[in-house]
């Protein structure tokens, strides 16, 4: 640990419910391994920051790289902590009672697969963060609010390992984005086009929104109109060519498209932009 370790106790108080079992939070920077340890309550540890293993009796061992998360049981042997000579920074929590067995019934987390990997640290970061500050108000409603804490996180991280199996098992979309760049000009029936790659039209749209922030359509779309602009600054075609020779039959439909997209019409464009 380091000078910048954060930690939280919670004593269980007689009366309240075991649903609110959120019991410490942590947050260090470590770089020792932790060698055959039992916990008696479920933890939950997300590494932000770093590279090592972790083991346990009924998963084995794994590879641990940032951004990851993974779960502990009551009772089960494990070992965890950065490669040697190296340190990760991680979070932490132990929790027990009810929350920990809703979270196990809907199999948000599972023993055979403890680690999971994330794709969206800041979220993870985000919720870890205010985990912390309900541990800091030792009030019922806090209580409460950090067991439903936990099980956020637990669904958070269920969703991002999922997406994370998801891209790793299914095809990759580089191929099909470079394909669609050199048929950007032609007619193409998007949905043939995402058979040729082995996708749905679904999973493709959902591949190019996550590899270039925009569907496919939208995709192709885009490489036109800068294809466009480009012919406007630099050769003497009319509208009509343009629009014919980057992939719209329609020279009405291309101009109001344009407009739209970049404030102007093609011949405005054109004026503003001609290279001499």
């Avoid at 340890?37 to 920051?49: K, P, T, W």
């Avoid at 020779?245 to 054109?270: C, K, L, N, V």
Wanted: net charge neutral; no cysteine; charged share 25%.
């Amino acid at each position: 640990m380091t000078e910048l370790s954060v930690a939280a106790y919670r004593p269980h108080i007689p009366g309240t419910s075991p649903l609110l079992g959120v019991l410490e939070y942590g947050a260090h920077r470590i770089s020792t391994q932790i060698e055959d340890r039992q916990l008696e309550v479920f933890a939950v540890v997300m590494v932000e920051r770093g590279r090592g293993r972790l083991r346990t009796a009924s998963s084995g061992s794994h590879v641990v790289t940032a951004p990851a998360i993974f779960w502990l049981w009551p009772g089960m042997v494990h070992s965890y902590g950065p490669d040697d000579g190296t340190d990760w920074d991680e979070q932490w929590a132990l929790f027990e009672g009810r929350i920990a067995t809703d979270v196990l019934a809907s199999a948000l987390i599972e023993p055979r697969q403890p680690l999971l990997q994330l794709h969206d640290l800041s979220e993870m970061q985000r919720l870890f963060a205010l985990l912390r500050v309900e541990m800091g108000d030792d009030t019922h409603l806090a209580r409460a609010s950090a067991g439903a804490r936990i099980h956020r996180i637990a669904l958070s991280a269920a969703h991002q390992g999922l997406i994370e199996r998801r891209e790793r098992t299914e095809l990759p979309v580089a191929p099909a984005i470079e394909a669609l760049r050199a048929r950007a000009f032609d007619s193409i029936d998007l949905s043939r086009f995402a058979e040729e790659f082995g996708m749905s039209p679904a999973t493709l749209r959902r591949k190019f929104i996550a590899a270039t922030g925009v569907p496919s359509k939208a995709f192709q779309l885009r490489l036109r109109l800068d294809r466009a602009k480009e012919m406007l600054a630099i050769s003497n075609a009319g509208i009509e060519a343009i629009a014919h020779q980057t992939g719209f039959e329609d020279a009405f439909y291309f101009s109001r498209i344009f407009a739209q997209r970049e404030g102007m019409s093609p011949s405005s464009f054109r004026n503003a932009n001609r290279r001499q």
